[in-house]
């Protein structure tokens, strides 16, 4: 009995297909590309929305005490220099790989 389940969960797993997520990367550009554009849909999308929010929460909970309000609004801050930080490299990345080199990516 044993032997059958994991007989059948081995060719189960064997049948499991991952797909390769630096697939079509030839050269160290698109390698670099791929990179910068996870961290950059990783950060927009995921992590930036969430300490806005953590901000937020910090900023509702801080009760009036001067010093959390300070830190939430602090929090938000850096929250949206690092966007900027991001977009920036972003647009710079882009600017270097498609204008000054002539790779098309």
Same mark, same amino acid.
């Given at each position: 009995?044993?032997?059958? /389940?994991?007989?059948?969960?081995? =060719?189960?797993l064997?049948? #499991?297909g991952l797909d390769n997520p630096l697939s079509?990367? =030839?050269?160290l550009g698109e390698f670099f590309n791929k990179l910068v554009n996870f961290?950059?849909?990783?950060?927009?999308?995921?992590?930036?929305p969430l300490m806005y929010v953590w901000a937020g929460v910090r900023? #509702?909970?801080a009760a009036g005490d001067p010093e959390k309000i300070k830190m939430a609004k602090?929090?938000?801050?850096?929250?949206?220099i690092g966007l900027i930080v991001v977009f920036a490299a972003k647009g710079? /990345?882009?600017? /270097?790989t498609?204008?000054?080199?002539?790779?098309?990516?």
């Open positions: 009995m044993i032997k059958e /389940i994991s007989t059948e969960l081995i =060719n189960t064997a049948n #499991v079509g990367v =030839n050269n961290v950059f849909y990783l950060t927009v999308i995921g992590i930036a900023f #509702v909970t602090g929090l938000a801050f850096w929250v949206t710079l /990345i882009s600017f /270097i498609q204008d000054v080199f002539r790779i098309s990516l």
